[in-house]
């Protein structure tokens, strides 16, 4: 693959959010990640999806649970092939997300994503929030008083 067919690092991290993410196009997994790709996050069950077809079924149950979630990119680094962003997410909880019933509550949800990216695929995400945060606000536990 020629320099110039690779889109730039910067690129295909912002088109994760902007078209995958916020747009809800699924399709677009086949295009934005590599075929081995690891995907960690604490909002999948067990922690992690492997290849295409976890990644996809996740984002599914997640754009189901959250369908007007909206994630807004606050700071960006990049280093080589490694990009960090901190992000804010905001959303309306309308399907059983985590085990946790929808009760329509509105939610806003700050964390980091660190994308490695190869010949212009993400080929390892690793998300980092507050899931007890997350759970929190979507009515799965309370704080006593």
Do not use: C
């Not at 069950?45 to 807004?72: E, H, K």
């Not at 994503?113 to 995400?125: A, L």
């Amino acid at each position: 693959m020629s320099s110039a067919s690779v889109p730039d690092n910067r690129d295909v991290a912002h088109s994760y959010f902007e078209r995958l993410i916020n747009q809800h196009d699924l399709p677009y997994v086949d295009e934005l990640f590599d075929p081995a790709i690891a995907f960690y996050d604490p909002a999948i069950p067990g922690g992690q999806a492997m290849g295409l077809d976890q990644v996809r079924n996740f984002f599914r149950t997640f754009f189901s649970a959250f369908p007007d979630v909206n994630f807004v990119q606050d700071d960006f680094f990049s280093e080589d092939d490694k990009i960090a962003i901190r992000f804010t997410w905001t959303a309306t909880h309308k399907a059983t997300f985590l085990g946790i019933n929808a009760f329509e509550h509105h939610v806003t949800v700050p964390g980091i994503d660190i994308f490695h990216i190869s010949n212009g695929k993400i080929v390892e995400v690793r998300v980092a929030f507050d899931r007890l945060e997350l759970i929190e606000q979507l009515g799965g536990i309370s704080h006593p008083l």
